[in-house]
């Protein structure tokens, strides 16, 4: 029997100021991208490019969808397992 190791998908967050800007969000069609985006990142975190920056802080990364026209900047926690979105774009 043949067992297949699933990597469990990483946690989805929101800084306050993304919160706010989902907020707004009052198309179907632009949650419907959003959520597309999300998942994309949740499955594989490291999706998106860096962001060059300091060492300070935590790495930000851009994922953006053309198809979709989503951009999101996010970072990702030490274990991988949450990713905490800090600005939103759609």
């Given at each position: 029997?043949t067992?297949?190791?699933?990597?469990?998908r990483a946690?989805?967050?929101?800084s306050?100021s993304a919160?706010?800007q989902?907020e707004?969000l009052?198309s179907e069609?632009?949650?419907?991208?959003?959520d597309?985006?999300l998942?994309v990142?949740?499955?594989?975190?490291?999706?998106?490019?860096?962001?060059?920056?300091?060492a300070?802080g935590?790495?930000l990364r851009e994922?953006?969808d053309?198809v979709?026209?989503?951009?999101?900047?996010?970072w990702?926690?030490?274990?991988?397992t949450?990713?905490v979105?800090?600005?939103i774009?759609?």
């Amino acid at each position: 029997m043949t067992h297949h190791q699933h990597r469990r998908r990483a946690r989805i967050a929101f800084s306050d100021s993304a919160a706010k800007q989902m907020e707004g969000l009052t198309s179907e069609a632009e949650i419907h991208a959003l959520d597309r985006a999300l998942v994309v990142v949740s499955v594989d975190p490291e999706v998106g490019e860096p962001i060059p920056g300091t060492a300070a802080g935590p790495q930000l990364r851009e994922y953006a969808d053309d198809v979709e026209r989503v951009r999101i900047l996010y970072w990702i926690s030490v274990l991988k397992t949450v990713v905490v979105v800090a600005y939103i774009e759609v």
